[in-house]
């Protein structure tokens, strides 16, 4: 199925972002390949470009065998369906069978007083290389997370045409997906991600990702390289986003390379703000030298915040190396100045974090990979980087069973102030914290993966290298729920990490005790299903806890994306045996149960039914557990990591999106219980409560709260001005007993707002309520309402939607709005939505603001389905 996103054109945002100078350039087009099976000769023969490759196919790279086999329609989508069954998996055909020759003719010649030079920056899992008939390695590369570089100019032809010809073989251990948690877990023997064997939320990868998976560029500069340049930025003290700023100090080095057979003198300089830092150095032929700068003194600078406390302004750093005054090499890099602390909460027992001297509350979300298969662009980067933002999250963690996230990523937590967590290559599972009768090898063995550790010190080494300039990055993690092996581990946090970077906290694992202090018992995470919503206000969890989460599924329109239609069936929940009947593609897709939750919103009558139940569920589950871990920030809590919020292909579970980027009503719970200053209902002791989690003293707002029936009809339970202090937590009165009169008998709705002096409004939630028997009696008998609906384009690419509710009308509840395609009626994807499954109470009036890329064409529709609100579809002004 082909959906619009594809034309998505958000990656146009990062050339102004990219920390590549203008000298290099990728090679991501024209490869073509041929599985080794078909191929005779050796790589010294395919390597030049007067080899025949006519019955050779088009390859993606980056990418991997089955992207291209995916590209060449070879197999059938693995993420639709049952299809992934129909792959051959590389433990029963044998490495073999993915491995792959990979050819790339290039134009490229050289001048006088040039250096070209080739990189990798990710391969899995080892490969030779081969240039104009010469083999450019001489022992073969291994590990997933270790760039490669060339200098290639002695081996670049006169004509200027060139061909690269590259063989790459799948993992060492290929790892038997016999369903446990990352199989047999043998693919941790390798120094690369875990999840390709199987995990509670996918599906193996049947190549198990094998391929030239990341970028490869060509550089060109002059005698002089410079790589790896590190900035660290020093901001001591505590700042406020606002106002003059007090001094920052900008710290640089970087390395040097010189592959002539001459010493060369000149200067290493960068511009920063207008002010230029300089030193001459006189590097030796043949090496590569680390220099040091001096230091600048930045006077009142610009601060990068997390998102919801400041803003996140970026420098631009231009580096250069001149000699005889004539620029060698030039890297451009984006600088963030802010500082990351980690203190200890005595109080909590936990870590807590602050930037810039500030503590600021963690609301963060678990990060797996963009995409299972490694089809990674800077469009969905931003667009999903962007979506957590917009849940008002302010962390990500890149979990340890995944990889180290690519340069783009970062760059898009840059931008929208999304704090980063950074687990490194292992996890309880595979590495054997557990005893589990589905893994090859017992625990002990397990505890000593991978098998070179050696390889992943040296892999870990260089992925610090490559985004440790990033402001987003916040926290090294040595494992998921597990520490590495004691020889990995002591260099990494004692030696590696202090010399390569030293600006950020390591954690020894994800739920240590150093991070959470664990005085509940059992592993320190979870638990990862629905919950009743009291639980998340009354039940004391882990103080900094890393992973906990509930359910995700999409509406009928997301699932009918990748379920055929004869498994287009809603589980059915036996009250009397306490189970749910569900389809089996849904259980390959790694379904979590709604169970009795649906029931008290009436019987489901058909998909679309539960899909739209499921989405008010959704909605409750993901608002209430933000709202529970607020209400007690500071003295329960430090901060929550939501497992997860989203999945890189079409599982069932633990996502605020689906796979083709279509937000479900958690995304839109989280948003509102996330909000930086929030009025909400305690849903334990029916307290109303403010969160503010800002560094601002909140003065004369006016809590209006209110009560609502299925007909519209309203009750004021309160109105009372009140204020609230920064990074505060604090219940205003109890409501208990007009709630238990008011909802008893078919439940109700609650209203809490916020507004300033002038009635503007600050936080606005509105809430329904089940009966004395807790069911959702009332909502399955409210009339219609008849609203209006006002539809304009603002500017390209921008949408206002006005919802109109009459005086007399009940509640307009829980409106999805979306934008689809004129023709099909299908939703074009992405859209961002400042809300959505929003209500309107009677007699007021609601604006929800939408933002896509537009394209050429037909304009498209606006659509509106809401609980009792006639779909429509209304034509674009």
């Keep these: 199925m082909k959906f619009l996103f594809t034309t998505f054109l958000l990656s146009l945002q990062f050339l102004c972002i990219s920390t590549y100078a203008q000298n290099k350039y990728e090679l991501n087009s024209g490869w073509k390949c041929s599985p080794i099976a078909k191929v005779k000769e050796d790589g010294s023969a395919i390597s030049i470009p007067s080899y025949s490759l006519s019955s050779w196919i088009p390859a993606v790279v980056p990418g991997t065998v089955l992207t291209t086999m995916l590209e060449n329609k070879q197999i059938p989508d693995p993420f639709f369906g049952m299809n992934n069954e129909k792959i051959p998996d590389i433990f029963k055909t044998g490495p073999d069978y993915y491995t792959y020759w990979f050819v790339k003719d290039f134009n490229e010649t050289v001048k006088a007083g040039e250096q070209v030079w080739l990189h990798f920056r990710g391969v899995n899992y080892s490969f030779d290389i081969y240039l104009n008939g010469k ?176 803003a996140q302004y970026l420098y631009n750093l231009k580096m250069q190396f001149l000699v005889n005054g004539t620029v060698s090499d030039e890297e451009n890099i984006n600088v963030g100045i802010r500082e990351i602390q980690a203190d200890w909460n005595s109080i909590t027992r936990s870590k807590q974090i602050s930037v810039n001297g500030q503590r600021v509350f963690i609301k963060g979300g678990n990060w797996i990979i963009s995409d299972a298969m490694l089809r990674f662009t800077d469009a969905r980067y931003d667009a999903e980087v962007r979506f957590h933002r917009d849940m008002n999250l302010n962390l990500l963690r890149i979990w340890g069973g995944a990889l180290t996230e690519r340069p783009e990523f970062y760059q898009a937590c840059d931008k929208y102030g999304i704090l980063v967590m950074q687990d490194f290559w292992g996890s309880g599972d595979c590495n054997g914290r557990w005893l589990d009768p589905m893994k090859k090898d017992d625990q002990w063995v ?10 992943f010190l040296e892999s870990a080494a260089d992925q610090i290298k490559m985004i440790r300039n990033y402001p987003s990055l916040a926290i090294w993690c040595g494992g998921n729920e597990i520490t590495l092996p004691v020889d990995i581990m002591l260099p990494l946090r004692d030696t590696i990490l202090p010399k390569l970077d030293g600006t950020r906290w390591f954690i020894d694992y994800s739920n240590s005790d150093d991070m959470s202090f664990n005085s509940l018992g059992g592993n320190g995470d979870g638990p990862y299903g629905i919950q009743p919503l009291k639980r998340f206000f009354e039940y004391k969890t882990w103080p900094f806890n890393s992973e906990i989460g509930s359910v995700g599924v999409g509406d009928y329109e997301s699932l009918e994306r990748f379920l055929p239609k004869e498994n287009m069936i809603a589980p059915v929940y036996s009250e009397k045996t306490g189970k749910e009947t569900v389809d089996s593609v849904w259980n390959y897709h790694k379904y979590i149960g709604y169970e009795s939750y649906v029931g008290p919103y009436g019987k489901v009558k058909d998909l679309r039914d539960f899909g739209k139940k499921a989405q008010l569920i959704n909605y409750d589950q993901y608002r209430s557990l933000m709202e529970g871990f607020s209400a007690h920030m500071w003295d329960w809590y430090t901060g929550v990591i939501i497992w997860k919020t989203q999945n890189p292909w079409t599982a069932l579970r633990g996502q605020m999106y689906d796979y083709y980027l279509d937000p479900n009503a958690c995304l839109y719970g989280l948003h509102n219980g996330s909000a930086p200053l929030h009025v909400m209902y305690n849903q334990a002791d029916s307290t109303v409560m403010i969160t503010n989690n800002t560094f601002k003293h909140q003065y004369d707002m006016m809590l209006n709260i209110t009560a609502v029936d299925m007909n519209g009809k309203e009750k004021s339970l309160g109105q009372v001005f009140v204020e609230i202090g920064p990074s505060t937590a604090r219940v205003i009165l109890s409501i208990k007993n007009e709630i238990r009169e008011l909802s008893k008998k078919e439940g109700m709705f609650l209203s809490l707002r916020l507004s300033t002096v002038k009635k503007e409004i600050l936080s606005d939630n509105l809430y329904w309520l089940p009966d004395a028997e807790g069911a959702y009696s009332g909502l399955n008998k409210m009339p219609k309402a008849d609203i209006d609906v006002q539809v304009r384009q603002s500017e390209k690419g921008k949408v206002e939607v006005t919802l109109s509710n009459p005086a007399k009308n009940p509640v307009a509840f829980f409106n999805r709005l979306a934008l689809v395609d004129p023709k099909t009626k299908k939703r074009i994807l992405p859209v961002f939505y400042d809300d959505n499954y929003v209500s309107v109470l009677p007699g007021e009036k609601k604006t929800v603001v939408m933002d896509y890329s537009q394209t050429a064409g037909e304009l498209p529709l606006v659509s509106i389905d809401g609980w009792n609100v006639t779909e429509q579809f209304i034509p674009l002004k």
């Design 135 to 310: 083999k450019l390695n001489k022992k073969r590369h291994s590990g997933m997370f270790l760039r490669q570089s060339y200098n290639i100019t002695s081996s670049l032809l006169k004509t200027g045409s060139n061909r690269l010809a590259v063989i790459v073989f799948p993992p060492d251990a290929l790892g038997n997906a016999n369903g446990g948690q990352g199989g047999d877990g043998t693919i941790a023997k390798n120094v690369a991600h875990q999840y390709v064997a199987g995990w509670d939320w996918i599906q193996p990868i049947r190549d198990r990702n094998t391929g030239i998976w990341d970028k490869v560029l060509i550089e060109k500069t002059g005698k002089i390289n410079i790589k790896n340049p590190h900035i660290i930025t020093l901001v001591p003290g505590q700042r406020k986003p606002d106002g003059a700023q007090k001094p920052a100090t900008i710290k640089t080095t970087a390395e040097l390379e010189n592959p002539t057979d001459a010493p060369l003198k000149g200067v290493l300089q960068y511009v920063l703000d207008g002010k230029k830092i300089s030193k001459e150095v006189t590097l030796k032929p043949k090496s590569t030298t680390e220099i040091a700068l001096p230091d600048l003194k930045l006077e009142n600078p610009k601060l990068w915040w997390p998102s919801g406390y400041g």
């Design 446 to 455: 397990r505890r000593n993966y991978p098998d070179d550790h050696g390889l």
